[in-house]
């Protein structure tokens, strides 16, 4: 079935480090990908996405690039601050005939300053 | 323009007695979806709703679990005779269309229910 893989966590970082989140994907048909950002005791926010292959997704200086040949959606961002500890979730869905977004299991980010 | 609102943020039900969840979409959205995480999980499908119908409830538990969207009101989803492994954060998403055109969904801030 279709299902999304992400590294596990915890992912711990100093301020301005560089951050490499891996997700790969597993789908029968040509998914939307996203990212998204829980921060503790909230919901779910959405970080950013991409719809086709080689699309890239971009917000608040992270980025990712919908890669169908190797089906990944790294998440990356250059310089990372302590407010960007947080849990995030790579996650897929269909756009045909209903919505049902499939979610990794989460990769905890910790950014120390 | 309100997002996604769920109450109550905090549940604490005895086991065996009943826990009611609601959710009501953003101004618009007629697709509603539930989703549970449990501890140090990502977030797992229950069901997806439009207006007094359900769409999609594969990932809903047999028995003791179901839920409803009327025609006014918010969505509830309802846990009868609950057992501590329900408890969770159980987040509502809602959506303007049901899949089409790229659809974005917007998450509610979840009810975390602990059942003691």
């Known amino acids: 079935g279709d299902s999304v893989t992400q590294m596990e966590g915890p992912v711990t970082l100093s301020e301005e480090a560089f951050l490499t989140i891996n997700c790969t994907y597993t789908?029968?048909?040509?998914?939307?990908l996203f990212w998204y950002v829980q921060y503790p005791g909230e919901g779910l926010q959405l970080l950013l996405k991409a719809t086709k292959a080689d699309d890239k997704g971009s917000n608040k200086g992270f980025e990712a690039t919908y890669r169908k040949e190797t089906t990944s959606f790294h998440l990356e961002k250059g310089s990372v601050q302590v407010s960007d500890s947080a849990v995030y979730f790579c996650a897929l869905s269909f756009n045909t005939g209903g919505f049902k977004t499939i979610f990794g299991a989460g990769t905890r980010l910790f950014v120390k300053a | 323009n309100a997002g996604v609102m769920q109450n109550p943020r905090h549940l604490v039900r005895r086991r065996g007695q009943e826990a009611r969840l609601r959710c009501s979409p953003m101004?618009?959205?007629?697709?509603v979806y539930w989703y549970r995480q449990l501890p140090e999980e990502g977030l797992k499908f229950m069901v997806y709703l439009q207006k007094e119908n359900i769409i999609d409830e594969s990932g809903m538990p047999k028995e003791r679990f179901s839920a409803e969207f009327p025609k006014e009101g918010p969505s509830i989803l309802r846990i009868q005779q609950v057992v501590r492994g329900d408890s969770a954060a159980y987040f509502c998403a809602s959506s303007q269309t049901g899949g089409r055109l790229n659809t974005e969904a917007f998450f509610g801030q979840g009810t975390r229910l602990t059942v003691v």
């Open positions: 789908a029968t048909g040509y998914p939307s």
């Open positions: 101004k618009g959205h007629s697709h």
